[in-house]
T-cell receptor
Framework: GNSVTQMEGPVTLSEEAFLTINCTYTATGYPSLFWYVQYPGEGLQLLLKATKADDKGSNKGFEATYRKETTSFHLEKGSVQVSDSAVYFCALSRTTDSWGKFQFGAGTQVVVTP | EAQVTQNPRYLITVTGKKLTVTCSQNMNHEYMSWYRQDPGLGLRQIYYSMNVEVTDKGDVPEGYKVSRKEKRNFPLILESPSPNQTSLYFC???????????????FGPGTRLLVL
């Protein structure tokens, strides 16, 4: 079946450091890929998405590229801020055999210290 | 304001006492979905609905029921709750383009359920 694997946290960084969160997936066909962010006590918000191979999603300084050959969608940000402290979820949907299903990774907590 | 609302936000109940968590969206979205969030497991999809009267199972449907009689509402029903259903529940909605690309989901604020 379809699945998403992302690196475990927590990831602790100093302000202005470079952030990478790895995400790999297993899916049939060509899924849409997403990164969602959850701030403390809130629901999830879409951070960025990519709908086909080699697409790059970007938002708020975050970027991720849909790599079909490595089945990956790693999230990166060049210079993190304290306000980026949150839990980040990689997710996929729209695979060949599961039109309305979503699969999420386990989430990666990111803690940015001043 | 475009939003997904859930009620109640917090609920403590006892094993076997039927409960309903409501979800409503004001964005005229066709697609709605329920998830549960548990530590170390991320979000797991319970049920989803592509449109009115069209529902289907996600990855963890056991012990839950849903209905979609109106476009804006998608209640989650636990007919006989058990302690293993203690969790944080999220409702979400999106457009359903019908094409190959999934539209962005908008999430509600969550319902924290404790089953004793």
């Amino acid at each position: 079946g379809n699945s998403v694997t992302q690196m475990e946290g927590p990831v602790t960084l100093s302000e202005e450091a470079f952030l990478t969160i790895n995400c790999t997936y297993t899916a049939t066909g060509y899924p849409s890929l997403f990164w969602y962010v959850q701030y403390p006590g809130e629901g999830l918000q879409l951070l960025l998405k990519a709908t086909k191979a080699d697409d790059k999603g970007s938002n708020k300084g975050f970027e991720a590229t849909y790599r079909k050959e490595t089945t990956s969608f790693h999230l990166e940000k060049g210079s993190v801020q304290v306000s980026d402290s949150a839990v980040y979820f990689c997710a996929l949907s729209r695979t060949t055999d599961s039109w309305g299903k979503f699969q999420f990774g386990a989430g990666t907590q990111v803690v940015v210290t001043p | 304001e475009a939003q997904v609302t859930q009620n109640p936000r917090y609920l403590i109940t006892v094993t076997g006492k039927k409960l309903t968590v409501t979800c409503s969206q004001n964005m005229n979205h066709e697609y709605m979905s329920w998830y549960r969030q548990d530590p170390g497991l991320g979000l797991r999809q319970i049920y989803y609905s592509m449109n009115v009267e069209v529902t289907d199972k996600g990855d963890v449907p056991e012990g839950y029921k849903v209905s979609r009689k109106e476009k804006r509402n998608f209640p989650l029903i636990l007919e006989s709750p058990s302690p293993n259903q203690t969790s944080l529940y999220f409702c979400a909605s999106s457009l359903a383009s019908g094409g190959p690309y999934q539209e962005t989901q908008y999430f509600g604020p969550g319902t924290r359920l404790l089953v004793l």
